[in-house]
């Protein structure tokens, strides 16, 4: 029998997987998911268990409130931008479509500012016209 309160101080207070309190435990995987459901402990869902692991600090995305006139400034743009020209489609990403390398950076700076985004965390897509000449768009200048 696994305790009810081991189980319950793993997997909610330290965040533990089924596995990780497992390998602890030295036991099977299947023995803690039997015990968990004994105890009515709820479990995760995948979802849930993946952003744990790969967010084990918390929410990666704290927010911080202006607190001068240029950073209320910066806000607003931030948001403008996302709001005009930013895709929504997706609960678990930011995307901005713009040519402009200025708006481009100022919405970067946005993100690493009020959100505490890493720079060295985004990810850039291309997306080129048949009107483009490729040598262009390398040489595209994005900031820092």
Same mark, same amino acid.
């Given at each position: 029998m696994l305790d009810?309160?081991?189980?319950?101080?793993?997997?909610?207070?330290?965040?533990?997987?089924?596995?990780?309190?497992?390998?602890?435990?030295?036991?099977?995987?299947?023995?803690?998911?039997?015990?968990?459901?004994?105890?009515?402990?709820?479990?995760?869902?995948?979802?849930?268990?993946?952003?744990?692991?790969?967010?084990?600090?918390?929410?990666? %995305? &704290?927010?911080?409130?202006? $607190?001068?006139?240029?950073?209320?400034?910066? #806000? @607003? /743009?931030?948001?403008?931008?996302?709001?005009?020209?930013?895709?929504?489609?997706?609960?678990?990403?930011?995307?901005l479509g713009n040519?402009?390398?200025?708006?481009?950076?100022?919405?970067?700076? %946005? &993100?690493?500012?009020?959100? $505490?985004?890493?720079?060295?965390?985004?990810? #850039? @897509? /291309?997306?080129?016209?048949?009107?483009?000449?490729?040598?262009?768009?390398?040489?595209?200048?994005?900031?820092?």
């Amino acid at each position: 029998m696994l305790d009810r309160s081991v189980l319950f101080n793993l997997y909610f207070n330290k965040g533990k997987s089924m596995q990780d309190i497992a390998d602890i435990l030295g036991c099977s995987l299947h023995k803690v998911s039997y015990w968990m459901g004994k105890h009515a402990l709820l479990t995760r869902s995948r979802g849930d268990a993946m952003y744990l692991k790969h967010n084990p600090d918390g929410d990666p %995305f &704290l927010f911080g409130s202006p $607190r001068t006139v240029q950073e209320a400034q910066l #806000f @607003g /743009l931030g948001v403008g931008l996302y709001w005009g020209e930013g895709t929504k489609a997706s609960p678990s990403s930011v995307r901005l479509g713009n040519t402009d390398p200025v708006l481009i950076e100022k919405f970067i700076e %946005f &993100l690493v500012k009020f959100f $505490r985004i890493k720079r060295d965390d985004l990810r #850039f @897509g /291309l997306q080129m016209f048949s009107d483009m000449r490729p040598t262009d768009a390398q040489y595209f200048p994005i900031g820092k």
